[in-house]
């Protein structure tokens, strides 16, 4: 018997020039043009000679002004104003330094102040400039959901037709059964021709034990390991009848999924068929003790 369980240049310089002699009774002088004449007779004659200004004005004769020579008292007066302005320029850097150093030790102190105030306590202690983080919450792990209780099962064998899985209570022989997953089976008559029988259905949880029945869902291998036991108990199985089919088999059903189980699907399904399709001949079930 076999079993299986499915689940991202400068202007200014001198001119120089001759003059034309004046007429009148021979005679020569030298001077520049404006002095007084020198000569013999009634009327001198002179020539005119270059006009220079660093030439001393004549004997007897008119002042003239001499030119300002290059160098003289406005560059003195320039040289003295510029060694003033230096001076003054000086003066004002010292002093600036000197107000700049005392705000710098006046802003200093009071910074030096603001950071070392003291605690509520008195104690003195320097304020941290940085915020303690907060913690960050550790999130609570999501319940499971309450599993609902199992469903009681079906008092009797359903009656011959079709029926839906969860109708059947254990003992229905059935016609054109393919697979225990089915959603509907046709249960007939054992007396007739069937090549499957639904030989037990039970409860993985105890109904008297209300722990039990609340228990979380095992896992899909856990439910799957209990089936062999459970499917093949003498308790529930005829041997004697079984053992005259040489290809007798059983496949299970079961809540494979934690969703199945908490909705309150606790069952498993125990069905016997042939290998082979044949049918079976007779109901397998266990006759009562």
């Known amino acids: 018997m076999t079993g299986a369980s499915s689940g991202r240049g400068p202007e200014g310089a001198a001119d120089s ?12 002088g030298t001077g520049p043009v404006g002095g007084t004449d020198t000569g013999h007779g009634d009327r001198g004659v002179g020539s005119g000679g270059a006009v220079s200004g660093r030439e001393p004005a004549p004997a007897g004769g008119a002042a003239s002004s001499p030119a300002t020579a290059p160098g003289g008292p406005d560059r003195g007066r320039d040289s003295v104003f510029l060694r003033a302005v230096l001076v ?7 002093g600036l330094a000197v107000v700049l150093f005392f705000v710098g030790t006046a802003v200093g102190g ?39 209780a199992a469903p009681a099962l079906p008092a009797r064998p359903a009656a011959p037709g079709v029926q839906k ?23 007939v008559d054992c007396a007739g021709d069937h ?17 039990s029945a609340t228990a979380p869902f095992p896992g899909e291998a856990e439910l799957a390991g209990r089936l ?47 290998t082979s399709g044949e049918p079976l001949g007779a109901s397998l ?5």
């Open 88 to 94: 003054g320029g000086a003066v004002l850097a010292l």
């Open 110 to 148: 009071a910074a030096d102040a603001r950071g070392s105030d003291s605690g509520p306590a008195g104690a003195g202690a320097s304020r941290s400039a940085t915020a303690t983080p907060e913690p960050t919450p550790t999130p609570s792990p999501t319940p499971s959901p309450e599993p609902a």
């Open 195 to 211: 090549n499957a029988q639904l030989v037990t259905r039970g409860l993985f949880t105890d109904p008297a034990d209300p722990a």
């Open 17 to 28: 020039g001759s003059g034309p002699a004046i007429g009148g009774d021979p005679g020569t």
């Open 285 to 289: 079930v266990a006759p009562p003790a």
């Open 165 to 187: 899985w969860d109708a059947l209570a254990g003992g229905e022989c059935l016609s054109a059964f393919t697979s225990p997953w089915s959603e509907q089976f046709t249960v």
């Open 228 to 274: 062999n036991l459970l499917c093949t108990a003498p308790a529930v199985l005829d041997y004697t009848a079984a053992g005259a089919l040489p290809d007798v088999q059983w496949q299970a059903a079961y809540p494979v999924t934690e969703a199945e189980w908490v909705a309150g699907d606790r069952s498993y399904y125990c069905f016997f068929s042939r």
